[in-house]
C-alpha cells in the first residue's frame, strides 16, 4: 500500500478521534484535557458544564466568588482524577451544582416570551443556554408553514439556516418587537410568509397581571400545575424569607419576566421549600416589582 495513502488513513484516523470541548483541544496537554478531547461522553459533558457556568455566572450576586469556585473545583477535584470515569463522574456533580445554583433564581431571558404579526406566532424560548424559537404562519386564505429551531443572539441578531428547507430567517430584535426576513422557501404554503413585525404579546398583557396588595397567588397565577408553578415561583430567601416570589403570569399562560410578585403566607414546611400549591395558592400579594 502506498505510504501517503497509509498516512492519509492515520491522519483521518487520528482527527476523528478527537471531539468538541470547551476548550482548544490543541492545547490539550494534562490527562485530564487528553482525556475529555478523546472521549465522546467526556466532551460532551464539558461543554454542558461550560454552558452551566457561563449562565450561573451571569446571574451571580458574586460573580469573583463563583470563579475563584471554579478555579477550585477544576484543580481540586476535577484535575485529580485519574481515569475518563472518574472525570465523567465528577462534571456530572458539578452539573447538578451549577444546575441548582441557578434554578433557584428567578431568571428569564428578556426576549423571551411570546410575539404576534398579522398572519403570524413566534415563541422564543431559552434553556440551558441556548435559544429555542417556534413560528407559526397561516394566512388569510388559510395556507400554513411552520419553522422551529436554535439560534444564536449576537448585539441583537440572529440567524437561522436550513439548506433541506431551502431556509434562511434574520431575525431582529428591538424593545417588544422582533422582525423577521424570510429568504428562501422555508417549505411554507402558497403565499406564506414568516417575513414581518412581531410585537410582543406578553408585554401587551402586562397590566392585567401586575394586581393589588391583597390578591391571593391563586387569584394571579392561573394555574392548577405543581410542575408549572415550580417553574415560575420560588420560595424567597434572606428579607424574603418565609415568602413565594413569583413571575407574573396571565390567564392565557403568557409570562412577564420583568414583573415578580412576592406573596405573603403560612406554612409549616422546612424553611426555603416551597410549600404545595393548594396552600400557596391561599398566599396574598405583598408587593410587585
Excluded at 116 to 129: A, N
Excluded at 214 to 223: I, K, P, R, V
Aim: with cysteine; glycine share 6%.
Amino acid at each position: 500500500m502506498n505510504k501517503k495513502f497509509l498516512l492519509a488513513i492515520s491522519i483521518t484516523t487520528l482527527l476523528s478521534s478527537v471531539h468538541a470541548a470547551s476548550f482548544d483541544c490543541k492545547k490539550a496537554s494534562t490527562f485530564v484535557e487528553e482525556s475529555i478531547c478523546s472521549n465522546e461522553k467526556a466532551s460532551k459533558l464539558d461543554e454542558d458544564l461550560a454552558s452551566k457556568y457561563k449562565d450561573a455566572l451571569a446571574i451571580s450576586n458574586n460573580p469573583e466568588g463563583l470563579k475563584a469556585e471554579q478555579t477550585s473545583w477544576l484543580n481540586m477535584v476535577r484535575n485529580k482524577c485519574k481515569t475518563v470515569e472518574c472525570i465523567n463522574n465528577v462534571m456530572k456533580e458539578r452539573i447538578a451544582e451549577l444546575s441548582k445554583n441557578s434554578s433557584s433564581k428567578l431568571v428569564f431571558s428578556s426576549k423571551d416570551g411570546k410575539y404576534e404579526s398579522e398572519e403570524g406566532e413566534l415563541e422564543i424560548t431559552t434553556s440551558e443556554g441556548e435559544t429555542y424559537f417556534k413560528l407559526l404562519i397561516v394566512n388569510a386564505k388559510g395556507n400554513t408553514g411552520e419553522v422551529e429551531g436554535i439560534i444564536e443572539i449576537k448585539d441583537d441578531i440572529a440567524t437561522y439556516k436550513d439548506k433541506e428547507q431551502d431556509c434562511m430567517l434574520q431575525f431582529k430584535f428591538a424593545e417588544e418587537e422582533i422582525s423577521i426576513i424570510q429568504d428562501g422557501s422555508c417549505e411554507m404554503g402558497l403565499g406564506v410568509t414568516a417575513t414581518g413585525l412581531y410585537k410582543s404579546k406578553t408585554m401587551a398583557n402586562s397590566a392585567s397581571v401586575i394586581g393589588k396588595v391583597g390578591d391571593t397567588l391563586g387569584d394571579l397565577f392561573y394555574s392548577e400545575s405543581e410542575t408549572t408553578f415550580k417553574k415560575y415561583c420560588k420560595a424567597g430567601e434572606e428579607e424574603n424569607a418565609g415568602n413565594i416570589l413569583c413571575i407574573a403570569r396571565n390567564k392565557s399562560g403568557e409570562d412577564n419576566p420583568t414583573i415578580i410578585h412576592t406573596f405573603t403566607g403560612e406554612y409549616e414546611g422546612p424553611d426555603g421549600e416551597l410549600p404545595p400549591l393548594s396552600i400557596a395558592k391561599k398566599y396574598t400579594l405583598l408587593s410587585t416589582k
